[in-house]
């Protein structure tokens, strides 16, 4: 559980790195526990694509940029319906929103869909000790989660889950397969297998005369010809592609057809 950070006074938070190093810093976003895979995001704009991007579901993103949210949050930019990030670590949180197309602010999302986050820590010296050390677990615990004592908070992040052996594009796929129109003359028409797609990913294949019919990550390739696809797009997506046997025979029948096929990130790691 958690609840809604104070902006007069942040409680203070700590995060804890599976290899025992800690950061100390105040709490963002919700106040309370999380934990997951830490992974870093040197993008310097988009924070709220990559907070809605299915591909890091239960991760811990941290941002390398310093300064975090000064755009605000905005209807028109997800990439999803909801934030699919476990946790978010920033260095220096915008006070207030500054941009017109801002509804509200960062954190104010952040509370609402109940994401606990970290500020206030050097986050380019986590980035070069992840770079050093590679992919492990994290945890961030803010208010009275942070009282814990070290051992106590290390062994939270111990418990958690790896993320190698984990079959997550199940959690994430749509639930019934749609069509993104093409605009203008339709050209072509893919089928993209959904392993946790972003929207814009659809959108930007349309509006270059492309159909796009979105299946779920099950689809079979009998779905995948039923389209009448000139081509097969798998996303991008979470989890171990090690896991994705289901999708990589598929792949497998795809190219066996003489079918092209492309695909981006988890998509193309299955090739």
Same mark, same amino acid.
């Given at each position: 559980m958690s609840v809604r950070t104070p902006r007069a006074a942040r409680p203070a938070a700590v995060l804890v790195l599976e290899d025992g190093r800690t950061f100390h810093g105040q709490a963002y976003g919700a106040v309370g526990t999380t934990v997951g895979e830490i992974v870093f995001n040197t993008g310097m704009t988009g924070y709220q694509e990559t907070l809605t991007d299915p591909s890091y579901r239960r991760q811990v993103v941290v941002m390398t940029a310093p300064h975090i949210g000064n755009t605000g949050w905005t209807e028109d930019d997800d990439e999803s319906s909801r934030i699919w990030v476990a946790g978010y670590v920033v260095r220096d949180p915008a006070i207030r929103p500054s941009s017109w197309r801002a509804v509200r602010s960062l =954190? #104010?999302?952040?509370v %609402?869909?109940? /994401? /606990? +986050?970290? $500020?206030g820590i050097d986050t380019r010296a986590l980035t070069r000790h992840l770079?050093?050390?590679g992919a492990m677990r994290a945890g961030i615990f803010s208010g009275a989660a942070a009282t814990g004592t070290p051992? =106590?908070?290390? +062994?939270? /992040? $111990?418990e958690a889950p790896a993320m190698i052996g984990a079959d997550l594009a199940g =959690?994430?796929?749509t639930n019934e397969p749609y069509i993104v129109p093409a605009v203008g003359e339709k050209r072509f028409t893919v089928a993209a297998v959904d392993l946790g797609i972003k929207a814009m990913t659809p959108q930007l294949m349309a509006a270059r005369g492309i159909? /796009?019919?979105?299946l779920p %990550? #099950? %689809?079979t390739l009998a779905d995948i010809q039923a389209t009448g696809a000139d081509g097969v797009f798998f996303s991008n997506g979470p989890g171990d592609p090690a896991t994705a046997d289901a999708q990589v025979a598929v792949l497998r029948q795809v190219l066996d057809a003489g079918v092209p096929f492309f695909g981006i990130c988890? +998509?193309?790691?299955?090739l």
């Amino acid at each position: 559980m958690s609840v809604r950070t104070p902006r007069a006074a942040r409680p203070a938070a700590v995060l804890v790195l599976e290899d025992g190093r800690t950061f100390h810093g105040q709490a963002y976003g919700a106040v309370g526990t999380t934990v997951g895979e830490i992974v870093f995001n040197t993008g310097m704009t988009g924070y709220q694509e990559t907070l809605t991007d299915p591909s890091y579901r239960r991760q811990v993103v941290v941002m390398t940029a310093p300064h975090i949210g000064n755009t605000g949050w905005t209807e028109d930019d997800d990439e999803s319906s909801r934030i699919w990030v476990a946790g978010y670590v920033v260095r220096d949180p915008a006070i207030r929103p500054s941009s017109w197309r801002a509804v509200r602010s960062l =954190e #104010d999302e952040l509370v %609402a869909r109940d /994401v /606990v +986050g970290i $500020s206030g820590i050097d986050t380019r010296a986590l980035t070069r000790h992840l770079r050093e050390r590679g992919a492990m677990r994290a945890g961030i615990f803010s208010g009275a989660a942070a009282t814990g004592t070290p051992a =106590e908070l290390l +062994g939270q /992040v $111990s418990e958690a889950p790896a993320m190698i052996g984990a079959d997550l594009a199940g =959690e994430v796929t749509t639930n019934e397969p749609y069509i993104v129109p093409a605009v203008g003359e339709k050209r072509f028409t893919v089928a993209a297998v959904d392993l946790g797609i972003k929207a814009m990913t659809p959108q930007l294949m349309a509006a270059r005369g492309i159909e /796009v019919h979105v299946l779920p %990550a #099950d %689809a079979t390739l009998a779905d995948i010809q039923a389209t009448g696809a000139d081509g097969v797009f798998f996303s991008n997506g979470p989890g171990d592609p090690a896991t994705a046997d289901a999708q990589v025979a598929v792949l497998r029948q795809v190219l066996d057809a003489g079918v092209p096929f492309f695909g981006i990130c988890f +998509g193309n790691q299955l090739l």
